[in-house]
């Protein structure tokens, strides 16, 4: 382990972005961050709003059209390396928005997370469970370490 | 350009007047939680005037719900809202059974009373939770998470998961949602640790002079203000103005309860408005398991039929939410969803102007925003 992974291992930057869906997911995702029942720090794990600041992306909702470009910009403006983990059933699938009746498809939602950015992990759920998001963001750190040293 | 005549708010696009600066956030701005735009227009650090649009995140739900049978449009409604889930299943299965002439069981009644009193302490707590954090005070934010984690363990008792419960079906509430006794010794036992641990929440958050300096007389809203705008739910109430919807609701009529105000309307009176809901809400609860009656839960005994246009109201955490089905032969042919914080929308605005730009965001948080569920179709009709 270099001596650049070493340092950033001590201290995780996750950023939440929220691209439409039905805001529970969004509260789990903060709960896990500020309830001492879950307490993501204690993984080194800190929330921020900056995106020049952030390591792990983490979205959640189905991604709207409105949505889509901002989504963009912000995965852009985040400094290599960088990682993104989709949380809840709307960002895998489209979750009960996508389709309006069967294969229909709905003229609000742009995709899942995966049609705009790349995704390296998943957790599914609706809503996502606190466990959940912590187990899913804990795993794509030593990834996030490996691309490091490269 | 909202321009104010007689203290009201209305659109007038002749009148326009400039200020010197304009400072937008938004739409998915990475401060805010949710994706919303506002516009300050700012004079020497004093907001003018403010402006909040909504619309990105429209999905367009009632389009999915058309032509679904009722009770399967009954189970999209709950994805209207993370925050207030129960409040929009338990309205929408209320208008299913009132357009189909559903007589709903007792025992039905009081435990959705149960899930909807539980779902008013947990967004009442993460309102007190997201205001401290925006106060910048994370100690008291962890504190009432903490609290908080013990009503979503209740509702994960009742519904099985932790955000979307889904507790109301058609006639009456899913077998899941079922209390035995143990059950029932559980939730009164967590009520006593609410009631006790709230209590002294508040009081350590009522003496610290320094918070209480900064909240007090922030984002003042007036009664006349409030009422001219419609503004519902506890934002009303804390300016003054007794009115509750749950008093005029026939599921409450068995309980006893108090309607809140606080006087003042500024940032203060809405944090301690919440504050003191809460052990009204524990209240309710433990009356709704003292008087719980025995008997079935569900009635299956309907059929879809042709309805006309049914409305109905209830009061959800934020103030009074609006349903409306119109039937076909049990397949929903149109639908209307009203949430409370699009009449809210116009106190967070109103609230801003002519306070310091910092408080802003502290303004727009207290009157409790939940643009998420806001997002519908509106039609504006020029008479």
Do not use: L, S
């Given at each position: 382990m270099g001596i650049k992974s070493l340092a950033r291992k001590k201290a995780i930057h996750l950023m939440l972005v929220y691209?439409?869906?039905?805001?529970g997911c969004d509260i789990e995702i903060v709960n896990t961050v500020l309830s001492p029942k879950f307490d993501i720090e204690q993984y080194n794990v800190y929330l921020t709003w900056n995106p020049r600041e952030a390591d792990v992306l983490v979205v959640s909702g189905p991604v709207t059209h409105w949505t889509k470009e901002p989504l963009i910009k912000i995965y852009e403006s985040i400094p290599k390396p960088k990682l993104v983990v989709a949380v809840g059933a709307c960002a895998l699938t489209g979750g009960v928005y996508k389709n309006i009746h069967g294969e229909l498809p709905s003229e609000e939602i742009a995709g899942p997370v995966d049609n705009v950015i790349p995704v390296d992990a998943k957790v599914p759920g609706c809503a996502v469970r606190p466990e959940d998001v912590v187990a899913g963001v804990v795993s794509v750190i030593p990834i996030l370490l490996e691309k490091e040293d490269k | 350009m909202v321009t104010k005549i007689d203290g009201a708010t209305t659109c007038n696009e002749t009148e326009r007047q400039v200020f010197e600066t304009e400072l937008n956030m938004g739409t998915v701005h990475p401060a805010a939680l949710e994706p919303y735009r506002v516009r300050l227009f700012i004079e020497d650090e004093i907001v003018k005037d403010a402006e909040i649009t909504v619309g990105?995140?429209?999905?367009?739900i009632e389009r999915i719900m058309e032509g679904l049978p009722v009770e399967k449009a009954n189970a999209l409604t709950e994805k209207v809202c993370g925050i207030c889930s129960n409040g929009h299943i338990f309205n929408s299965c209320r208008t299913g059974e009132g357009a189909l002439g559903i007589e709903i069981p007792e025992r039905a009644k009081y435990l959705r009373v149960l899930a909807q009193e539980l779902e008013r302490l947990h967004s009442h707590m993460l309102y007190l939770g997201h205001g401290s954090e925006v106060l910048c005070h994370e100690t008291f934010a962890m504190r009432i998470f903490y609290i908080r984690e013990s009503v979503m363990d209740l509702l994960f008792m009742m519904g099985g998961n932790r955000v979307q419960y889904g507790i109301s079906v058609l006639g009456g509430i899913r077998p899941r949602a079922d209390l035995n006794s143990r059950e029932k010794q559980r939730i009164l036992d967590t009520m006593d640790y609410i009631d006790e641990k709230v209590a002294a929440f508040a009081e350590r958050f009522v003496a610290d002079p320094m918070v209480m300096s900064r909240i007090t007389g922030t984002g003042e809203l007036s009664q006349k203000q409030a009422l001219d705008l419609h503004v519902t739910g506890p934002t009303l109430r804390a300016t003054g103005y007794e009115f509750d919807y749950r008093t005029k609701m026939p599921e409450y009529e068995p309980f006893e309860f108090n309607v809140i105000t606080q006087d003042g309307g500024d940032v203060r009176a809405n944090i301690l408005m919440r504050a003191t809901e809460i052990f009204e809400s524990t209240n309710i609860i433990r009356q709704v398991i003292k008087g719980l009656p025995e008997g079935p839960i569900v009635n299956r005994n309907w059929e879809l039929t042709d309805a006309p246009v049914y409305k109905s109201y209830i009061e959800v955490p934020r103030g009074v939410c609006y349903h409306s089905y119109g039937l076909e032969d049990g397949k929903v042919r149109h639908s209307i969803i009203r949430t409370p914080s699009m009449s809210n929308i116009a106190a967070m605005q109103e609230s801003c102007i002519g306070h310091p730009v910092q408080d802003a965001q502290l303004n727009i948080v207290s009157c409790d925003p939940c643009f998420t569920c806001t997002d519908r179709a509106i039609q504006i009709i020029k008479l």
């Open positions: 691209t439409g869906g039905c805001n | 990105v995140n429209h999905r367009g």
